[in-house]
């Protein structure tokens, strides 16, 4: 059974995804909370596996809370997916880059949120090619967009595993990677988790922000 928290500031909404979550065999919601300092309460008393997780939210944002989940050793469990009005707004990727583990627009299908709850339980990562490639150009558009003149994390890796990297940043699935380089998904799939490791990424969406940030540019 994959536990839910709803973190959002609407009680509607809040009401209507618990409905929709409940009527499931493998999914259960076990708390709710108006804002992300009611969230952090419920986390660290309820053993939770996914938060669904508004931005905006009064006193403590979902962005804020987000850093605290990740940067709390008692959470590591506990994987984020964000929810958000707009599909890329502007807070999207200061999200991925606290910790979250993906994002979905509030508009999608019922069904569609119900398989990114499993998604992100499963350990990977809500990030759509599209989603991405947005993203990624949203990103390089801005002028704060200066990645990190230190030294990268990725130098660590090997050629391959960069090679690899800079196409997860680039959108591709395992499979579109695989299939490039004519490598087989198993394959691909052990170089992303080892670069995963390598870097201390929880999951796919770091790897696109370290990819971002302290990789040399994404050709968009």
């Known amino acids: 059974m994959i536990r839910v928290v709803l973190a959002d500031d609407q009680s509607l909404i809040r009401g209507g995804f618990r409905a929709l979550i409940d009527s499931t065999d493998d999914l259960k919601v076990v708390g709710e909370a108006s804002n992300g300092r009611e969230a952090l309460e419920i986390l660290r008393s309820t053993p939770t596996d996914v938060i669904v997780m508004d931005v905006r939210m009064p006193g403590m944002d979902g962005l804020e809370a987000t850093r605290h989940i990740i940067n709390d050793p008692g959470l590591t469990r506990v994987r984020v997916l964000i929810l958000t009005t707009f599909e890329l707004d502007e807070h999207v990727f200061d999200a991925l880059r606290a910790g979250a583990s993906g994002f979905l627009g509030k508009g999608v299908e019922p069904t569609e949120l119900l398989d990114a709850i499993r998604t992100i339980a499963a350990g990977d990562t809500l990030m759509s090619p599209r989603a991405t490639q947005a993203l990624i150009t949203h990103y390089m558009s801005s ?78």
């Open 143 to 220: 002028p704060a967009a200066q990645p990190s003149t230190g030294p990268s994390p990725l130098a660590q890796l090997t050629e391959r595993e960069r090679e690899i990297v800079g196409l997860v940043a680039r959108g591709l699935t395992n499979d579109d990677i695989a299939q490039r380089l004519v490598l087989s998904r198993l394959t691909v799939k052990t170089h992303v988790n080892r670069a995963m490791t390598k870097t201390g990424s929880r999951d796919r969406a770091q790897l696109v922000v370290l990819a971002l940030t302290t990789g040399p540019s994404v050709d968009t």
